[in-house]
């Protein structure tokens, strides 16, 4: 683990070394998508997700790019819905719909609760509906909006790292016992949440990256969360690029991912997903890397570890 001392990562330095904000319409999701997940019972379905445009997560993490694609300011109240409404008459048809906004779904700056209500009209017609919050806006809200769904309720958390000193330096104004708190109080609720975990965030080696994925990933399980989800880190956002420069971030190799979806999936303490975006970042070597996202795909899609790539390469 490299020396944590000499870099004082706060809101102004992640914020000083930012590029521009993408121009976005907050009337419009700024993407949508369907994508393939095995869901609990084991079968493979769709899932719409969209993408809403809102205000930047006043969470500063170290490692988001999310703020790339968010409003100075507030949207007013409606335009969520319209933009839910925009994305499904332009989404096929799905069972289960993410509604992903760059932030904490609990956020009453990003999502206005007087939207609640058309909101959950909207998606009345799904089996299940997750969004995603920062623990510490897990609280009523929650509830609030639960009684109005038709649907199930799950809540994405990043939990990112369940190294506390490391979470500190991520800007991420949380403790892991904050996320035990936060599962605990929604399993208490009837609604299940999901975690995302980082591999190789900055200040660590690659053994240290896999180590602390795995250790997550146990936290995670242990503290009630019914699926991990594994995001490989990456550059891009600016300040990622500084310590990059500066040797205290390297992304993680394609391998790593490997090693650490294997291992949850092995655990058999609930679903383990790779984050598959822009994936030809982590590998090194075009004569497997097909091979190796089309083994990162089944395993996601089967929860199964099927043999390894046979490859001279590091990946």
Known sequence: ????????????????????????????????????????????????????????????????????????????????VDQIEFALENLPSARHLKLYNGG?????????????????????????VIVESHPKLINEKCLAFRKMLKPD?????????????????????????DFRRAVSFLRQSGISSRAFILLRP?????????????????????????????IPVRAGNGAMDILHEMGLFTPPSIVSLERVLEYGINLKAGRVFADLWDLELFSCCDECYSERYNRLLSMNLNQFVPSPVQCTCSG
């Open 1 to 80: 683990m490299n020396d944590l001392h000499d870099l004082i990562l706060n809101d102004h330095w992640i914020k000083a070394n930012r590029g521009k904000k993408n121009s976005v319409d907050p009337r419009k999701p700024y993407a949508w998508l369907v994508e393939k997940e095995m869901i609990p019972s084991g079968r493979v379905e769709d899932v719409a997700i969209i993408f809403l445009t809102n205000r930047e997560c006043p969470y500063c993490c170290l490692m988001c790019d999310l703020w790339k694609n968010t409003t100075d300011n507030s949207v007013p109240p409606g335009a969520i």
């Open 104 to 128: 904490s779904f609990f956020d009453t700056g990003a999502i206005p609760p007087e939207d609640y209500g058309k909101i959950a009209e909207l998606v009345r017609d799904f089996e299940t």
């Open 153 to 177: 309720l799950q809540v994405a958390i990043g939990l990112e790292i369940c190294e506390p000193v490391l979470l500190g330096k991520l800007n991420k104004r949380m403790t892991p016992d």
């Open 202 to 230: 900055p200040f660590l080696s690659e053994e240290e990256g896999v180590y602390w994925a795995e250790r997550s990933i146990d936290y995670a399980f242990s503290s009630g969360a019914e699926c991990c989800t594994i």
